[in-house]
């Protein structure tokens, strides 16, 4: 039986997921898109970005990604005064995975660069995706086609024609066929077998299907 995903956000949408890293707040500004008068969130947005690198220094864990603008470079500061060494791995930011940051906001580092520091609090809002910004968009788009029931067969092609029972894949009950010629030679013959893995990944599944719109509290990643 096909998964019915709920809704899914749309990981181009600007609102929710800024592509260029200068239109995030700064930790002093307040913006009305974003918060209310009292300073509390009006609604979630996540920063996506991709390692380019990752140091530890006595301050703590130094990541460097690139926004989907790759304009610049962006250092996001992982502090080890908030314990960043016992919850996070510095091996887990591997080079060319996508570095999720929930609600980031910008700030001047110490070192006299803008850039985003993540407190300990924050860190469940924190995920990487092992996957390239590239591939985590790639992924999401194909989600979001699926959960609008207007996906192609990932066999052939084809427009799925619609009405029960829908073909779908066994392992991710997310990708469809048209047919079952197409469901039969589809594994050998398509890429799926790589996204049906990435189709799977809880945590991404977790941040498309949040409401955006509205805000109770932090988003965990699961
Ligand atoms: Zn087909
Ligand atoms: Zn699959």
Redo the contacts with the bound molecule.
């Keep these: 039986m096909l998964i019915n995903l709920g809704h899914v956000t749309d990981v181009e949408d600007e609102n929710y997921f800024p592509s260029e890293w200068k239109t995030l707040p700064t930790v002093d500004e307040y913006p009305p898109t974003h918060f209310w008068d009292d300073g509390s969130p009006k609604r979630h947005w996540c920063f996506l970005s991709e390692i380019v690198s990752a140091t530890k220094n006595l301050l703590g864990y130094q990541v460097v990604v690139k926004d989907y603008c790759r304009e610049e470079h962006i250092t996001v500061l992982f502090p080890l005064d908030s314990g960043a060494a016992d919850v996070l791995r510095l091996e887990s930011f591997q080079a060319g995975h996508t570095l999720a940051v929930m609600n980031a906001r910008r700030e001047l580092l110490h070192n006299g660069t803008w850039g985003i520091h993540v407190e300990r609090y924050q860190y469940p809002g924190v995920h990487i995706f092992p996957y390239t910004h590239d591939n985590t968009v790639a992924i999401a788009q194909a989600l979001l086609l699926i959960a609008s029931g207007i996906a192609s ?1 990932i ?2 092609g ?1 427009e799925l024609k619609h009405g029960p029972p829908t073909r779908c894949c066994a392992s991710c009950r997310l990708a469809q ?3 079952p010629e ?1 469901q039969d030679s589809a594994w050998a013959y398509t890429g799926h077998i790589n996204e049906c893995v990435a189709y799977q990944d809880r945590a991404l599944q977790a941040l498309l299907t949040l409401d955006f719109t509205t805000y109770s509290g932090p988003f965990f990643f699961p």
Excluded: I
């Design positions: 067969c066999n052939c084809d066929y048209c047919s197409c």
